[in-house]
């Protein structure tokens, strides 16, 4: 059964600074990997989908990459503002249905 | 405006009652899903539809039931058997296929008084 693991649950940095955000799943035979954003009371948004044969993508302050043998992804945000401060999901298909496992997420505040 | 609406923004239900959670999307999505969200749990999966008239259970379907009668709508029961309601509610969808991305409504807060 596909697990997936965000470390830490909870972050807090000063803005402007570069951070890396990490997910973990133990079945590397995935479909494909997508980060989501939450913010507080509301749905989530799609930040960036990486499709199984993809090392990376990116969108605009915002890369994805994938090591699919290892089982790792991670979401750089360059030059972190208040604006960030949201919480950030990975999920990942790995079935043939369209179905997605999701980590518990990483909350992050980012300090003016 | 392509998306996902998800009504009402707030619910409250007494014990014993069943209520509906709305769930429309514009998206031409085959793909439709529910997911409950509690506080450090992350989202679990409920029920999902990949075409219409045809649905299965997620992981915890116990005291929940669905339709989908139309592509565009897939309406979430919460019926009296499901014991501990109370949570966050989200539509998604998506395409079929290998490759999929979710697009995920706003959400709907249940409280049972």
């Known amino acids: 059964k596909q697990e997936v693991t965000q470390i830490p649950a909870a972050l807090s940095v000063p803005e402007g600074e570069n951070l890396v955000l990490n997910c973990s799943f133990t079945?590397?035979?995935?479909?494909?990997l997508q980060w989501f954003r939450q913010d507080p009371g509301k749905g989530l948004t799609s930040l960036l989908l990486i499709q199984s044969s993809q090392r990376e993508q990116t969108s605009g302050r915002l890369n994805a990459s994938l090591d699919k043998s290892s089982g790792r992804s991670t979401l750089y945000i360059a030059a972190s503002q208040p604006g960030d401060s949201a919480t950030y999901l990975c999920a990942v298909k790995t079935g043939a249905n369209s179905k997605l496992t999701f980590g518990k997420g990483i909350t992050l505040s980012v300090r003016p | 405006d392509g998306g996902i609406t998800q009504s009402p923004k707030y619910l409250f239900r007494k014990e014993g009652q069943n209520v509906t959670l709305s769930c429309e999307q514009n998206?031409?999505?085959?793909?439709m899903y529910w997911y409950r969200q509690d506080p450090g749990q992350g989202l679990r999966l409920i029920y999902y539809?990949?075409?219409?008239?045809?649905?299965q259970k997620g992981d915890i379907a116990e005291g929940y039931s669905v339709s989908r009668e139309k592509k565009e709508s897939f309406p979430l029961t919460v019926t009296s058997a499901q014991k501990n309601p109370t949570a966050f509610y989200l539509c998604a969808s998506s395409t079929t296929g290998d490759i999929n991305e979710q697009f995920f409504g706003p959400g709907t807060r249940l409280t049972v008084l």
């Open positions: 539809s990949q075409i219409v008239n045809d649905f």
């Open positions: 998206l031409n999505h085959d793909a």
């Open positions: 079945d590397s035979a995935i479909y494909n």
